[in-house]
């Protein structure tokens, strides 16, 4: 079974710039789940989809962040225009079911620079 | 208050050696629990899911106290291979929704 892949693994890019992260799920995991881990700091929850619908969008720190899940397969997280603090390592994480343990993607750490 | 608090670490143990990591939680709704390992610059990796009977999988045992709501990791007889940081992570559900919670993790290294 594949894993849960995000792509890309590093990317650096300028404050002001663009950038789309990407998170395939496990196949058939209906729940699919963004977090992020800024240096020094916990690993904390950004947002839910269930299929193509969000769930629980309570975690984005702010309107520059926009996630979508179209068609309920894989997931993009832009962050647009970067800031400094954005920097950090964004995990995907997909599950069966919500009680069940989480697969997580080996991450995209994002530099601003 | 943190949602989930652990041990500061680093903890720093040598072969061999029995090592235990306390986790407490704040939201008495929070319904499944796990210890969560991550080596160095990887993604979380599920160690094991922690129930009130208490679960032992190997050389390590996990222990969940709801009453306290407090949650711990034992490992015995530990290996180089052990080190990494512990996550403790526990789980909110609520309506369609549900999040993982993580503590701030504790590190170990253990020493030849």
């Keep these: 079974e594949a894993g849960v892949t995000q792509f890309p693994s590093h990317s650096v890019i300028e404050k002001g710039q663009t950038v789309t992260l990407r998170c395939d799920p496990i196949s058939g995991h209906d729940n699919l789940y963004w977090y992020r881990r800024v240096m020094g700091k916990e690993i904390k929850f950004l947002l839910h989809f269930v299929k193509e619908s969000k769930q629980d969008e309570s975690g984005m720190p702010n309107n520059r962040f926009l996630a979508e899940r179209t068609g309920g397969t894989y997931s993009t997280l832009k962050v647009q225009p970067a800031e400094l603090e954005d920097s950090g390592v964004y995990f995907c994480a997909s599950s069966q079911a919500r009680t069940s343990g989480y697969t997580f993607g080996s991450g995209t750490r994002l530099t601003v620079v | ?112």
């Design chain 2, 1 to 112: 208050r943190k949602e989930v608090e652990q041990d500061p670490g680093p903890f720093n143990v040598p072969e061999g050696a029995t090592v235990a990591f306390n986790c407490t939680y704040s939201n008495s709704a929070s319904q499944s629990f796990f210890w969560y390992r991550q080596d160095c610059r990887k993604e979380p990796k599920l160690l094991m899911s922690v129930y009130s009977s208490g679960n032992e999988d190997g050389r390590f045992t996990a222990q969940l106290n709801r009453a306290s709501q407090y949650i711990s990791l034992l490992i015995r007889d530990s290996k180089l291979s052990d080190s990494a940081t512990y996550l403790c992570v526990v789980i909110l559900i609520y309506n369609q929704g549900g999040k993982l919670i993580f503590g701030q993790g504790t590190e170990l290294s253990v020493k030849p």
